[in-house]
T-cell receptor, first 115, second 115 residues
Framework: QQQVKQSPQSLIVQKGGISIINCAYE??????FPWYQQFPGKGPALLIA?????SEKKEGRFTISFNKSAKQFSLHIMDSQPGDSATYFC??????????????FGKGTTLSVSS | ETGVTQTPRHLVMGMTNKKSLKCEQH?????MYWYKQSAKKPLELMFV???????ENNSVPSRFSPECPNSSHLFLHLHTLQPEDSALYLC??????????????FGPGTRLTVL
């Protein structure tokens, strides 16, 4: 119940196309859903995050769509660019506790944008 | 130095060695984390420290021993490791110990190889 399932494992998209990565979770106590981007040799960096009180959040070319009833959320990258080639991780965290937030990560999606 | 730094960046050790990984955050955060990143597996949370107190230990073998002497520094002491412990070890920090939606800032990681 603590898992976050991410798909696809890898994705190849043409420059200018739309990249879509999907995640699903079971634990209804999750209430924070960030996406992280990781380039080779670097640590993951927060890309965009959403809470379940909204169904969509957009920042530039990156959009999170959230479906609370289906317990699914997805990342859409519009006008994908070669510089977007990286590994993307979805994550979820349970409800507040007084300690630091324990993020549960998906397995990651390796995105390659071909020029 | 800014952000979260980790040293060394690469480490090769034998199964009988003792070594330590170091993490330092320059962000004034109160919570620090150790994660393990293995190929084709989700990032695994190992330890969480909140205000220098360990608040989570995710069933990690005792051959991994964390230490948090102050809110800016985190160590991971390693001894008698196994080859399957070879992985990228990531440190992260977050600004607050409590509220929902803490953003975690990751360091670049230490690539550990156990021979």
């Amino acid at each position: 119940q603590q898992q976050v399932k991410q798909s696809p494992q890898s994705l190849i998209v043409q420059k200018g196309g739309i990249s879509i990565i999907n995640c699903a979770y079971e634990n209804t106590a999750f209430d924070y859903f960030p996406w992280y981007q990781q380039f080779p040799g670097k640590g993951p960096a927060l890309l965009i995050a959403i809470r379940p009180d909204v169904s969509e959040k957009k920042e530039g070319r990156f959009t999170i769509s959230f479906n609370k009833s289906a317990k699914q959320f997805s990342l859409h990258i519009m006008d994908s660019q070669p510089g977007d080639s990286a590994t993307y991780f979805c994550a979820a965290s349970p409800l507040y506790n007084q300690a630091g937030t324990a993020l549960i990560f998906g397995k990651g999606t390796t995105l390659s944008v071909s020029s | 130095e800014t952000g979260v730094t980790q040293t060394p960046r690469h480490l090769v050790m034998g199964m009988t060695n003792k070594k330590s990984l170091k993490c330092e955050q320059h962000l004034g955060h109160n919570a620090m984390y150790w994660y393990k990143q293995s190929a084709k597996k989700p990032l695994e949370l190992m330890f969480v420290y909140s205000l220098e107190e360990r608040v989570e230990n995710n069933s990690v073998p005792s051959r991994f021993s964390p230490e948090c002497p102050n809110s800016s520094h985190l160590f991971l002491h390693l001894h008698t490791l196994q080859p399957e412990d070879s992985a990228l070890y990531l440190c992260a920090s977050s600004p607050r110990t409590g509220p929902r939606g803490d953003t975690q800032y990751f360091g670049p990681g230490t690539r550990l190889t156990v021979l």
